[in-house]
């Protein structure tokens, strides 16, 4: 995966700039620490990806308060 030649997004929440951010690899979704953008990169396929993101959103990763 040449770096120069992927469009990396981060969430318009992410205030701090210390934010991981994605993209989109075809096949695979790429993640990366905005603050290391030369460091390692986590990658998933789409399924797994889908259902991180929809586990995200039923709340099955919220920490208690």
């Known amino acids: 995966m040449p770096k120069t030649s992927v469009v990396w997004r ?5 205030e701090s700039g210390q934010c ?5 690899l075809d096949t695979e979704i ?5 603050q290391q ?6 990658r998933f396929t789409r399924p797994e990806w889908t259902a991180f993101v929809g586990g995200v959103r039923d709340g099955d990763f919220d920490f208690p308060h």
């Open 10 to 14: 981060r969430s318009a929440k992410c």
């Open 30 to 34: 790429a993640i990366r620490d905005s």
């Open 37 to 42: 953008p030369d460091g390692p990169v986590l």
């Open 20 to 24: 991981v951010e994605v993209a989109d």
